[in-house]
């Protein structure tokens, strides 16, 4: 049971540049979440998937795109990643039919030069 | 939105000795959950602990809903316990967690 799992660990971009940060969860959670996490700053919501084919705005949803590709798939898009994206990439999971506790992925390190 | 304080925001601890975390929160919530942050990065959950105290180990946690606030717990800290402290409260129907600033706890040997 690997929990919640985030590809790549470290990316590296240049301004402008588009990339994917995949996250998979082997729990059966119905809701998936992407949140960013800034010095010194506790995470902030991206972007939220309540269940399978359902996708919804967080806190700070400009500049990226997200799919849920299945149950257990979500992902990041960043269609022109600029440094104000600079950041480290939480996914996270929880099922809501029977507890509210999330949990996290490792993250991933973003540096946009 | 509801508004999460932590404090103090910085803590400095010798090998051993006992401290209390503090969140404040200013609305009613379904949910809340400590974390370590490790020096690596990774995110633990500690507690789930929407109401009630808790214990696992050397950590304890009580959250008082009606008063808004919870309360983690370190007895004999070890330097393994250094990082950063976050506590999460979970709002509304999208389940979304607002996040603290978070403590960050040095414990020197």
């Known amino acids: 049971n690997a929990g919640v799992t985030q590809t790549p660990k470290f990316q590296v971009l240049k301004t402008g540049q588009s990339m994917t940060l995949q996250c998979a969860q082997d729990?059966?959670?119905?809701?998936m979440y992407w949140y960013r996490q800034d010095p010194g700053m506790g995470l902030r919501l991206i972007y939220y998937?309540?269940?399978?084919?359902?996708?919804d705005k967080g806190e700070v949803p400009n500049g990226y795109n997200v799919s849920r590709l299945n149950k257990r798939e979500f992902s990041l898009r960043l269609e022109s990643a600029a440094p104000s994206q600079t950041s480290v990439y939480f996914c996270?999971?929880?099922?809501?039919?029977?507890?509210?506790?999330?949990?996290f992925g490792p993250g991933t390190r973003l540096t946009v030069t | 939105g509801i508004q999460v304080e932590q404090s103090p925001p910085d803590l400095i601890l010798q090998e051993g000795a006992n401290s209390t975390l503090r969140c404040n929160f200013s609305?009613?919530?379904?949910?809340l959950q400590w974390f370590h942050q490790n020096p690596w990065g990774q995110l633990i959950n500690l507690f789930y602990i929407p109401s009630g105290t808790k214990q696992n180990g050397r950590l304890s946690a009580t959250t008082v809903a009606t008063e808004r606030y919870s309360l983690l717990y370190i007895s004999s800290s070890q330097t393994t316990d250094s990082g950063v402290y976050f506590c999460?409260?979970?709002?509304?129907?999208?389940?979304?967690?607002?996040f603290g600033k978070g403590i960050t706890l040095s414990v020197r040997p």
């Open positions: 609305d009613s919530v379904n949910n």
């Open positions: 999460a409260v979970l709002t509304g129907a999208n389940s979304k967690l607002t």
């Open positions: 998937s309540a269940s399978e084919g359902t996708t």
């Open positions: 729990m059966n959670h119905n809701s």
């Open positions: 996270a999971s929880m099922n809501q039919d029977w507890s509210y506790e999330q949990y």
